[in-house]
């Protein structure tokens, strides 16, 4: 079935820092790939999608390129906030279906 | 325009109890979905309700988990004989439900805890 794996949390980094969080997808056919982030008391809301191979998603400083030859959409930002301190979901979504498989999430800390 | 509302924000209820949660989607959104999110962990789908179609019910756990949805508007997402295991965050979402328009829009979600 399709799945969805990123790396554990919490990812603690000093501001600025560059960020790398991994996500690899497993899918039969072509998905959509999303982050959604996940501020502290606040909603789930999209921080980038992209729906085909090559894709680059971009938002907020934060980009990820769907790579179809390693099955992975990682999420990188070059110069980390304190207020980026969040969880990060990484998802997919088959265009024949309307169910977002989702990753466990990774939190995110970014200390000053 | 207004988001997706969810209510009440937080429920606290006591083993056994009937509870009920609401889902007020965008308007104009015929996709609705309720998911659970348990501390820590990713999101579980439970249901999908997509305009007039039967929905689709195969994430709900159990029996004692329900959801209507009347017309393309208010979902009511309704847990009977709570357990404790169901203590979790409830979250709803919405998307317009075009072929090719599959992004959701979440809603702050409803922090159930069962004692």
């Known amino acids: 079935g399709n799945s969805v794996t990123q790396m554990e949390g919490p990812v603690t980094l000093s501001e600025e820092a560059f960020l790398t969080i991994n996500c690899t997808y497993t899918?039969?056919?072509?998905?959509?790939l999303f982050w959604y982030v996940q501020y502290p008391g606040e909603g789930l809301q999209l921080l980038l999608k992209?729906?085909?191979a090559d894709d680059k998603g971009s938002n907020k400083g934060f980009e990820a390129t769907y790579r179809k030859e390693t099955t992975s959409f990682h999420l990188e930002k070059g110069s980390v906030q304190v207020s980026d301190s969040a969880v990060y979901f990484c998802?997919?979504?088959?265009?024949?279906?309307?169910?977002?498989?989702w990753g466990a999430g990774t939190k995110l800390i970014i200390k000053p | 325009g207004a988001g997706v509302s969810q209510s009440p924000s937080n429920k606290v209820t006591e083993k056994g109890k009937d509870v009920e949660l609401r889902c007020d989607p965008i308007?104009?959104?015929?996709?609705l979905y309720w998911y659970r999110q348990r501390l820590g962990q990713g999101l579980e789908f439970l249901i999908y309700?997509?305009?007039?179609?039967?929905?689709?019910k195969s994430g709900l756990p159990s029996d004692r988990f329900s959801a209507e949805r009347t017309g393309e508007s208010v979902s009511t997402l309704t847990i009977q004989r709570t357990q404790q295991e169901d203590s979790a965050v409830y979250l709803c979402?919405?998307?317009?439900?075009?072929?090719?328009?599959?992004?959701?829009?979440f809603g702050p979600g409803t922090r159930l805890t069962v004692l």
């Open positions: 998802a997919l979504i088959m265009d024949s279906n309307y169910q977002l498989i």
């Open positions: 979402a919405s998307s317009p439900g075009t072929r090719g328009d599959n992004e959701q829009f």
């Open positions: 309700f997509q305009g007039n179609s039967a929905p689709d």
């Open positions: 308007s104009g959104h015929t996709a």
């Open positions: 899918a039969t056919g072509y998905p959509s």
């Open positions: 992209a729906t085909k």
